[in-house]
């Protein structure tokens, strides 16, 4: 069931809402982005938990769009931690 590219799905996915977690400000944002986490972890685990106790025959379409969607709200927190950062840190740089 814990499969190396769940425990590496996972990583990822919190390593990404923390790098944006930490570049917002405020309670709110932080907030926001601590549930969709949650809701996207959840998600994912739920998936893979369903495919193990089933017994499926076929391929489980549900699990792979949960991974995609999972992999998609990864790279979008990635790239905003990233632009954040650059935001936040440009008006640093000017003497």
């Known amino acids: 069931m814990w499969d190396g590219m769940l425990i590496t799905t996972i990583a990822l996915l919190g390593a990404s809402f923390l790098a944006l977690g930490a570049r917002m400000t405020g ?32 391929a489980n379409i549900g699990l792979g769009l949960a991974y995609m969607l999972v992999w998609g709200a990864t790279a979008v927190a990635i790239v905003g931690a990233v632009i954040g950062g650059g935001v936040k840190g440009a008006g640093k740089r000017r003497p």
Do not use: H
């Open 27 to 58: 309670r709110t944002g932080r907030t926001v982005v601590a549930i969709a986490f949650a809701a996207l972890a959840f998600l994912l685990l739920y998936s893979q938990y369903d495919d193990w106790k089933g017994e499926y025959e076929d």
